[in-house]
């Protein structure tokens, strides 16, 4: 009985020290706890700072366009016939004035004969009454009308000439030809369209500007013309016009004319055109991961004198690289920057750098 007594009181007092020393071992816990949220509290945020200078910044203009023929036509039949001879080919080239397709002239041949057969008639004719009237044999009236009958006889020989000459169809551009419509032996009619040609030794640009900036663009300024399926190809365009108008985007078209003497720019290929670019001084420009990012507003942090966190809202202008942009207003030079740790901060705080 006595040494069940022994051990229930052995065991009593071991867990009173047991408990006494997790009791201790939990405040000691909480307290370390409490110390370090302490100490957390009063460690500054560590930020990177850099010092607002004003600079002097190139802003590039450059428009994004595409080619387009300088010139492209449908050559039109004009008169009725058969094509007895086509001198051009798809995918070939033609020069200006160049013949390019003859319909058969046999039917105007004959009319032509007839036509200049009536012609010498009316003339005999003319001459005849004309002697008669010297002699006081015939009428002012029918001196009139042997000179109105040679007229119009004159008149159907040109009027044949003309339609022989029309039998010959002529390129009225150089270029290249990008649409054939007609086979040699074809009947064609009035109106039907024959070949289209296009000319691409001289391509056009058209790139659309806004109204800012085509105040700094001026007829026959030269302008260098980048491919994006031509890498490493260069070419040098010449403002050729400027919309007086704008569109409904209230943008301006400014087209350009680009040589091609070698037809290795196609027609509806993408270019840039690089314009140039204007000259600001004293242009204010922070890092875009400067910005809060969570802000409603743009918004940075800077260290005021005392080095305290003063929250500024800023108003934006152009970017002018991959992270960088312009502040028109709310920064000034000398202004301490939070650059990098600025989404920890609050107004008032005092960080470390």
Known sequence: MKTLFRIAWITLLTLAVVGGTIRTLLAKREDNRQQAA?????????????????????YPLDVVGKTEPSSE????????????????????????????????????????????????????????VENLHAENNATEAEVENARYSAEQAYASVASAKRLIRDARIIAPISGVVTQKNVEQGAVVQ??????KITNIATLKVVAPLTEQDITKIKKGQTVKVTFDALPGKTASGRVSNIAVVADEAGRFDVELS??????EIRAGMSVRAHFGGATRKNVVIIPKTALLSLAATPSVFILDTEGKALLRTVELGNSTGDNAVEVLSGLQTGDRLVVKGQDNLKTGDKPGY
């Open 258 to 263: 680009v040589p091609n003497p070698s037809g």
């Open 38 to 58: 302490k100490a957390l509290q009063t460690v500054a945020p560590a930020v990177e700072l850099m010092t607002i200078g004003a600079q002097t910044v190139e």
């Open 73 to 128: 036509v449908t050559i039109i039949v004009e008169n009725p016939g058969r094509i007895s001879a086509l001198y051009l080919r798809e995918g070939g080239t033609v020069a200006q004035g160049q013949v390019v397709a003859e319909t058969d002239t046999e039917l105007r041949r004959i009319s032509l004969e007839a036509a200049e057969s009536s012609l010498r008639q009316a003339e005999r004719t003319l001459r005849r």
């Open 190 to 195: 009035p109106g039907q369209p024959l070949a």
